[in-house]
């Protein structure tokens, strides 16, 4: 089982829509959680990190983590073309930063 | 506020021939570093991460290593690249606090091996 468990996507919204990236992880013990945009060439860039069970908003970007059910979440509201990248789930595990493989993210025009 | 400075940003290297790539970080104090590779279309593979001047950590075998010699500088480096090494090596940096502090990565460099 991968420490740190995305969809590789891509996943394809319309401009306007709410895009949903997902990421389950294995070490039940975790207590950090990490969202990372990459756009294409370039380095991952932090965009959200979320500690507690629930919601967690800034802008656009809401983080949602269920600890019970090993699950965290980005949502992306009012998604625009400049969204287009490929999102990266990292979640402290054993005291080490695992990195999911990360979803393509494409918004149509 | 922090920067963090990697160079070069391309290089383009023989097999069999070393390598030193450098980071430093600017505006903080007694940062964590971490040197990533990401081979394409992969997940970021930590290599190494340090604590403090001369303590390093390796995560895998191979024939990288690092070094610390500054509070603030991380340096990767090979006495002879292999064909396998090439990829985009990241360094990042985050706050003194124990491994549940957000981690901010360079530029990169993109390293390719012929």
């Known amino acids: 089982q991968k420490e740190v468990e995305q969809n590789s996507g891509p996943l394809s919204v319309p401009e306007g829509a709410i895009a949903s990236l997902n990421c389950t992880y294995s070490?039940?013990?975790?207590?950090?959680f990490f969202w990372y945009r990459q756009y294409s060439g370039k380095s991952p860039e932090l965009i959200m990190f979320?500690?507690?069970?629930g919601d967690k908003e800034d802008g656009r970007f809401t983080a949602q983590l269920n600890k019970a059910s090993q699950y965290v979440s980005l949502l992306i509201r009012d998604s625009q073309p400049s969204d287009s990248a490929t999102y990266l789930c990292?979640?402290?595990?054993?005291?080490?930063?695992?990195f999911g493989q990360g979803t393509e993210l494409s918004v149509k025009p | 506020s922090q920067t963090i400075h990697q160079w070069p940003a391309t290089l383009v290297q023989p097999v069999g021939s070393p390598l030193s790539l450098e980071c430093t970080v600017e505006?903080?104090?007694?940062?964590?570093l971490y040197w990533y590779r990401q081979a394409a279309g992969r997940g970021l593979q930590l290599l190494f991460y340090?604590?403090?001047?001369?303590?390093i950590s390796s995560e895998v075998p191979q024939n990288l290593s690092a070094s610390r010699p500054q509070d603030r500088q991380f340096i990767l480096s090979s006495k002879k690249l292999l064909l396998s090494d090439s990829g985009f090596y990241l360094c990042?940096?985050?706050?003194?606090?124990?491994?549940?502090?957000?981690?901010?990565f360079g530029d990169g460099t993109r390293l390719s091996i012929l």
């Open positions: 340090s604590v403090g001047i001369g303590q």
């Open positions: 979320i500690y507690s069970n």
């Open positions: 990292a979640v402290v595990q054993g005291g080490k930063l695992i």
């Open positions: 070490d039940r013990g975790s207590q950090s």
């Open positions: 505006g903080t104090s007694n940062p964590n």
């Open positions: 990042a940096w985050s706050p003194l606090g124990g491994s549940n502090q957000p981690q901010h």
